[in-house]
């Protein structure tokens, strides 16, 4: 099912000298200036009835009127795939993504993705970036992530993420002993050399901010809550690595397995098993785009990261 939208805006005069798509965008905050842009060089935005550029200026008193259709964004398939659903409604979706779903279709992974489950779940996705996704979980990380419903929640949500008001906390299990909490701020992109992978850079790089606190302490590793504040791709892990703390589990970034001095056999094999990066993305709060309040959801780390603490908990030979 398509959704049309047919919307008109008067101008004021105070709008004297801007561009169309300037005023659109003040006009017409639900949607993004650059989906505004693409209906006005469709014609479905016009200024009296008429097709006109993107650029023109306007001087006050046209009357902007909208008559869109939303398309398919991409040709991806809906697939039976089951989903962990925290919480839906009209506007928005929150799921708890597993371990192993990787979110969106990329060169490998054409299919089985979360995207492919939302679409089976709400076929009207087909017409929103991405499937309404305005924001990724790693591959092997679990927990929280938000789906936008609609293309004024899409564009709400993502300027959100965008002006850093979305909170995002994530439980983790770090290798080495950290003496306490602090902040990592340190500039990433692309590896210079393994373009697969990010890295902290000297120079060139986009601002990276994690903070980070202590949940506990073990003799060889620390249970750790990270919240960002900025959201660059492998953030925490390459953060955490760059400190010196590389998470559990993650052959990426971490170093290779050490058996822990005075570890029992339960928590060495348990370790060695674990198959994952140690991380998971516990609460979420946004701005509900519906109600305009302020709205958190959490979710318990899954079962696998609940044996590795237990194991923790009571993994070392008492002399």
Request: proline fraction near 5%; charged fraction near 20%.
């Amino acid at each position: 099912m398509k959704e049309v939208f047919e919307l008109s805006a008067q101008v004021p005069f105070s709008m004297n000298g801007l561009r169309f798509d300037q005023a659109a965008s003040e006009l017409f905050p639900d949607f993004s200036r650059s989906r505004l842009q693409s209906w006005i060089k469709d014609g479905q935005l016009k200024i009296d009835g008429a097709q006109r550029k993107p650029k023109e200026k306007l001087i006050g008193g046209e009357l902007l009127e909208l008559n869109a259709e939303l398309e398919a964004q991409g040709t991806w398939e809906p697939e039976a795939i089951q989903l962990n659903i925290v919480y839906e409604d009209e506007h928005l979706m929150i799921i708890n993504k597993p371990a192993g779903l990787v979110v969106h279709p990329a060169a490998g992974n054409q299919t089985g993705t979360l995207l492919n489950a939302l679409l089976n779940h709400a076929p009207e996705l087909i017409n929103l970036p991405r499937a309404g996704i305005v924001h990724r979980l790693d591959k092997e990380t679990t927990g929280l992530m938000v789906v936008a419903k609609t293309l004024e929640a899409h564009t709400d949500l993502v300027e959100q993420l965008a002006d850093r008001t979305v909170s995002r906390e994530y439980e983790a299990i770090a290798v080495g002993v950290m003496t306490g909490g602090g902040t990592v701020d340190a500039p990433m992109g692309r590896h210079p050399t393994q373009r697969k992978l990010m890295a902290v850079l000297s120079s060139g790089g986009k601002r990276a901010v994690t903070h980070y606190r202590v949940a506990r302490r073990y003799p060889h590793h620390t249970h750790i809550r990270v919240k960002l504040e900025t959201g660059r791709t492998h953030q925490i892990r390459v953060h955490m690595a760059h400190i010196g703390f590389p998470l559990v589990g993650d052959a990426t970034y971490g170093k290779r397995f050490k058996i822990p001095k005075a570890a029992n056999n339960h928590l060495i094999e348990t370790l060695k098993a674990f198959p994952r990066q140690a991380l998971h993305a516990a609460k979420l709060g946004l701005e509900h785009p519906g109600t305009g309040e302020y709205t958190e959801w959490t979710a318990p780390v899954p079962a696998d990261f609940q044996n590795l603490l237990a194991a923790l908990n009571n993994g070392y030979v008492v002399e």
